[in-house]
């Protein structure tokens, strides 16, 4: 059987310098020499757990053991719905209105959230992130209409900061 020695006063860990468990002489009285039990890790799902090491200490009994806990896996994020969030944009009539009005006034700007949309419709919502912020900047974009895209896209799992660049800039 291994042994350590544990420092009572500092909690440090050495090996047992001793050659073949000789007896002990000198020991300083916060060092405990103690008896290592270290048991094979447990059988687990690695698809929904992790092993964890334990260490537990019992000057009493003289034992040091080194024992597992199995813990479970933090719950994964949802996945991003980006295409039921664009499905979801359309029936904003707000939304409707103001990219007629952004049509006749700015047809780049009008491409632009129909093109950020599509990309978005397949994970990439940067070109939409970026056109919503400069109509935002221009003022283009109504504040209940921003809080209520920026409201469907929390609900749609986006990424939270994409979330937080749909929201109308401070000040």
Do not use: K
């Not at 860990?13 to 008896?35: C, F, H």
């Amino acid at each position: 059987m291994s042994r350590i020695v544990y420092n009572t006063t500092t909690g440090e860990i050495r090996p047992d310098p001793r050659r073949r468990g000789g007896p002990v002489q000198g020991l300083a009285p916060e060092l405990r020499l103690l008896d290592l039990i270290e048991p094979p890790p447990p059988a687990y799902d690695r698809s929904t757990h992790f092993l964890q090491q334990t260490r537990n200490f019992d000057l009493e009994a003289g034992t040091a053991t080194y024992g597992w806990e199995v813990v479970s896996l933090p719950p994964r994020p949802p996945e991003p719905r980006w295409q039921e969030f664009r499905a979801a944009l359309r029936g904003i009539p707000e939304l409707q209105t103001l990219l007629q009005g952004i049509l006749s006034v700015d047809a780049m700007a009008f491409l632009g959230v129909g093109v950020g949309l599509g990309q978005a419709a397949q994970g990439d919502g940067r070109t939409f992130a970026g056109v919503w912020s400069e109509l935002l900047a221009a003022g283009a974009v109504p504040p209940p209409l921003a809080a209520a895209v920026q409201a469907l896209a929390a609900a749609h799992d986006l990424p939270p900061e994409f979330v937080a660049g749909l929201a109308l800039p401070e000040g």
